[in-house]
Nanobody
Framework: QVQLVESGGGLVQAGDSLRLSCAAS????????MGWFRQAPGKGREFVAA????????YYADSVKGRFTISRDNAKKTLSLQMNSLKPEDTAVYYC?????????????????WGQGTQVTVSS
């Protein structure tokens, strides 16, 4: 069983930065692809970014490309999301997710394990 715990969310102003972290326990983190998703009130879960097992390959939603950076530290079993130039439309609950096959996807139902989420609120 894999447990994922997100942290780092908060209330910031437009243009500020935040760094989200996801700590993993159980399973074999170093073999999993990982993703970040977000869900705003009244909306579905939206893909944000993904990274393959080694960290060599990353993929971003167009809405965050150039502003967000996904990274991982397999030795520490942590996943990160550096978010710069935040906008009010980035406001959402952010979730990290693990894909045990090692292949990353942009579709949320392809992921096997999820964290509980961390709230990010960006004021204008």
């Amino acid at each position: 069983q894999v447990q994922l715990v997100e942290s780092g969310g908060g209330l910031v102003q437009a243009g500020d930065s935040l760094r989200l972290s996801c700590a993993a326990s159980g399973g074999t983190f170093g073999s999993y692809a990982m993703g970040w998703f977000r869900q705003a009130p009244g909306k579905g879960r939206e893909f944000v970014a993904a990274i393959n097992w080694s960290g060599a390959n990353t993929y971003y939603a167009d809405s965050v490309k150039g502003r967000f950076t996904i990274s991982r530290d397999n030795a520490k079993k942590t996943l990160s999301l550096q978010m710069n130039s935040l906008k009010p439309e980035d406001t959402a609950v952010y979730y990290c997710a693990a894909q045990t096959s090692g292949t990353y996807y942009t579709i949320h139902h392809k992921y096997d394990y999820w964290g509980q989420g961390t709230q990010v609120t960006v004021s204008s």
